[in-house]
C-alpha cells in the first residue's frame, strides 16, 4: 500500500494520535475514507466518461496497457524473440547445394 511498511504506519498513527487527539482519530478516519471513496468514483466515472467518448472500438480499452513500463518490456520481449528465431535459423543445417560434399567429422567414425 503505496510502499508504507507496518512500522511507518505505526508511526503515523502514534503521530496523528499526538498531534490531534484519541477522541478526533475516529472523526478524521472517516473523513479520510469519504475521501477515498469520491477520488474512486471520480476515477471510475473519468475511466467511463473516457470509453464513452472514444466509442466501440475502444470498449475493452485497459489504462494499465498504456504503461510505459510494459510497453517497454512487451517491445525488449519481442525483440529478444525475434532475436532467438534469426539464432535457431542460422544455427540449423543448411541443405547441400548441388556437388558440395558435405562435412567429414573424423571422430564420427
Not at 467511463?48 to 494499465?64: F, K, M, N, V
Not at 513500463?69 to 525488449?76: C, D
Not at 535457431?88 to 547441400?96: F, N, V, Y
Amino acid at each position: 500500500m503505496f510502499g508504507i511498511g507496518f512500522a511507518e504506519l505505526a508511526v503515523i498513527v502514534v503521530i496523528a494520535i499526538l498531534v490531534f487527539g484519541p477522541d478526533k482519530i475516529p472523526d478524521m478516519a472517516r473523513q479520510i475514507a469519504r475521501l477515498l471513496h469520491q477520488v474512486r468514483n471520480l476515477a471510475n466515472n473519468a475511466r467511463d466518461d473516457l470509453r464513452g467518448e472514444l466509442g466501440p472500438a475502444y470498449q475493452d480499452l485497459e489504462l494499465r496497457d498504456l504503461d510505459p513500463r510494459r510497453i517497454v518490456s512487451r517491445q525488449i520481449q519481442e525483440a529478444l524473440a525475434e532475436i532467438e528465431e534469426e539464432e535457431a535459423r542460422a544455427k540449423a543445417p543448411r541443405p547441400l547445394l548441388a556437388g558440395e560434399k558435405p562435412p567429414y567429422d573424423d571422430q564420427a567414425t
